[in-house]
């Protein structure tokens, strides 16, 4: 096979367009990429204004790359002139002696291994600091001030452009029909006709699915349908970045979200509500019961946010069975690398890309990302028990899967 590409990527969503970016930048001449949509467009992952991004985290897997994430934002920003990045700082918050709370302990012990500063929140801290919350007395928490606000759409814009400017070539409408692949390099059979490749990354998100024949993958991947609403109150004042941070509520349920930005609206939802759907049943019309039930947190816990629903926007979690990054090359083809973000990847978009970018240049990252091989039980056992709540160890959230 004579390659046309240098590189070949598939998807130009958050990652495969951070990709493109640090693959420009580390000197590859002859990068294509695949949208089978329009760019920029707000069908897979990478929709809406915003997304989290912290260092606090479940695991020192992923805490201990939020420096280096940091970083790639700073450079992505100082080079495209976009602020992507907003400082807010975070909090978690968690009924003392609750799942919750030992969730919260995960984080803690995650920044200690860091070596990441954070402060304890007593009930008195709380109030005194954050009086937009009405919580028990029981209640305690964490805060991190690098936590933020990541503006996700601005991200893909960033990189594509720049990725562009840098003589990328980006061929929208180009939906990918089939991959080959040999020990010399690939073969993407689209809709727009074939090409060849030495190096392939797949960063198609829940389409990952369609393609893992032709990969010689066969691991589990569920998607569920999550949903977000955007909140209207006469008190947004109140709940402005610099007023308000980014937050989570570990209870029973798992609720996020953010102070006003984007909509003049508060933003929240739920974390893993559980929709499972297989690909087919994708939709994009919001559900009537969901804004309820985010009001009804909102009555209990935020009542000064409490407000008519500006709108709703789906999402989609596309997750191996222990939620957790797919992050590797093939096992015998080390020129093709494959990207899951198992609905939680936003945050760490550009460092993501780099990585994937060192992997099929210099054949090596300077991270370790041991715990997201292609190996490991999760991805190779099919008897692997699905853990899709973040943070949980035994007894965790399961489910059966929705599409392999």
């Not at 970016?21 to 929709?47: C, I, K, M, P, T």
């Not at 191996?320 to 797919?326: I, L, S």
Request: net charge negative; aromatic share 8%.
């Amino acid at each position: 096979m004579t390659p046309g590409y240098s590189h070949i990527v598939i998807g130009a969503g958050a990652v495969g367009s951070a990709t493109a970016y640090w693959l420009a930048q580390a000197g590859a001449e002859r990068v294509l990429v695949l949208e089978q949509f329009e760019l920029g467009h707000a069908l897979g992952s990478s929709g809406d204004h915003s997304r989290i991004i912290r260092r606090a985290y479940h695991r020192d897997d992923y805490t201990a790359l939020t420096d280096a994430m940091f970083e790639a934002w700073a450079e992505v920003e100082e080079r495209s002139g976009l602020k992507l990045y907003t400082r807010t700082g975070g909090i978690d918050l968690a009924a003392a002696g609750s799942a919750g709370a030992a969730e919260i302990d995960q984080y803690r012990r995650a920044m200690d291994a860091a070596g990441i500063r954070y402060d304890e929140l007593t009930i008195d801290d709380i109030r005194t600091q954050y009086p937009q919350w009405t919580v028990s007395d029981d209640t305690i928490g964490i805060h991190q001030a690098d936590g933020g606000i990541l503006d996700i759409r601005r991200s893909v814009s960033a990189h594509s452009s720049l990725a562009r400017a840098a003589g990328v070539e980006f061929r929208s409408g180009t939906v990918v029909t089939g991959v080959r692949v040999d020990a010399h390099g690939v073969s993407v059979t689209t809709s727009e006709g074939s090409f060849d490749g030495a190096h392939l990354v797949v960063a198609a998100g829940s389409w990952l699915g369609d393609l893992m024949p032709d990969l010689g993958l066969s691991f589990s991947l569920t998607l569920s349908q999550e949903q977000v609403g955007y909140f209207s109150s006469p008190n947004l004042s109140q709940f402005t970045p610099d007023r308000f941070p980014i937050w989570i509520h570990h209870s029973d349920e798992v609720h996020y979200g953010f102070p006003v930005y984007g909509e003049a609206a508060v933003k929240l939802a739920r974390d893993m509500r559980g929709h499972f759907i297989s690909p087919s049943e994708r939709s994009f019309v919001p559900d009537d019961e969901e804004p309820q039930l985010l009001r009804d947190f909102l009555r209990t816990y935020l009542p000064a946010a409490d407000g008519p629903l500006l709108l709703s926007r789906t999402c989609l979690y596309d997750m191996p069975a222990d939620r957790d990054f797919v992050l590797d090359t093939l096992p015998e083809h080390p020129h093709v690398a494959v990207f899951n973000g198992a609905g939680h990847a936003g945050k760490f978009a550009s460092l993501v890309g780099r990585i994937l970018a060192d992997l099929l240049t210099v054949g090596r990252t300077a991270h370790d990302i041991s715990s997201f091989s292609l190996r490991r039980p999760a991805i190779v056992d099919p008897d692997f028990v699905p853990l899709f709540r973040l943070g949980t160890e035994s007894g965790a959230t399961s489910a059966a899967t929705g599409a392999a």
